[in-house]
């Protein structure tokens, strides 16, 4: 089956988002966004600062996968999109990653993440760690290569919030997916091999997210499906070229 029938019969499987009301019921923000909270996970306990989101039950899918190697990225070069507190790159650090960029457009997550880095982490021979405000990839050098992604994108298909931080981190909606898969095309980011990790719900557009990606040449697959047995359905993908690892240093 080629890439292109490989993607219909995954666009056939994807659920169409939930109903607005429910979607924006389920995504009421926290009242205690603009307050210093904190967050423990894995023994380590994160200060999170005004504005930065403590991360929900579906970052946890991506974190556990980073930590346990289902997403390796062990001696690979790492990119934590949507980087937040920086528990996937305290993870990742963790595990041995050659290269950690921690990517966010917020510059007040970046610092949190660099801070949780440095403290939970520290200087390692082995591992880089290359934190930067960017939107999307904007602050990765044009020669940088990637062997690994994790997106946890704010895909929420309904606006739920009229707060900036909100928007941010919950509902910017499909185009910032289309943004994303268009850079990593046009730049030729993803090294020989390499994997794309992105995480949403069917409070997101799915298809939209898929289609995306096949658009750009990519090749999704679902990864692992969650139910939480409340009508949300989180789904994992795995995206990768069609081209095949070959083994050796990536």
């Known amino acids: 089956m080629d890439r292109y029938a490989i993607g ?7 659920p169409p ?5 429910r979607i924006i019921a389920l995504n009421q923000p926290k009242a205690d966004l603009h307050t210093t909270r904190s ?5 380590w306990t994160f200060d999170v600062p005004p504005g930065v989101f403590i991360p929900g039950w579906t970052s946890r899918l991506i974190h556990e996968r980073v930590l346990d ?9 790492y990119a934590a999109m949507g980087v937040g507190l920086g528990v996937e790159a305290v993870a990742a650090g963790i595990r041995g990653a050659r290269e950690i960029h921690a990517l966010d457009v917020h510059a007040e997550s970046v610092a ?17 760690f290359l934190p930067a405000v960017s939107d999307v990839f904007d602050a990765l050098p044009d020669d940088a290569r990637l062997d690994v992604v994790t997106f946890n994108p704010p895909a929420v298909s309904q606006t739920v919030s009229d707060d900036p931080d909100v928007v941010r981190n919950v509902c910017v ?3 910032l997916l289309a943004k994303f898969f268009a850079q990593i095309a046009e730049r030729d980011l993803l090294a020989p091999g390499g994997e794309i990790y992105v995480i949403a719900s069917n409070t997101a557009d799915l298809r939209a997210l898929v289609q995306h ?5 990519l090749s999704p697959r679902i990864d692992h499906l969650h139910d939480w047995q409340d009508g949300v359905l989180t789904f994992l993908f795995r995206i990768t070229h069609d081209t095949p690892r070959t083994g050796g240093q990536r």
């Open 112 to 128: 949190a993440a660099t801070g949780h880095y440095r403290r939970l982490v520290g200087e390692r021979p082995d591992t880089a």
């Open 17 to 21: 988002p939930l109903p607005a009301d």
């Open 8 to 14: 219909q019969a995954l666009l056939e499987q994807l």
């Open 69 to 77: 190697g289902r997403i390796e990225t062990r001696g690979l070069r």
């Open 173 to 175: 909606g499909a185009p």
């Open 39 to 43: 967050y423990e996970w894995n023994g």
């Open 213 to 217: 990606a096949s658009d750009h040449g």
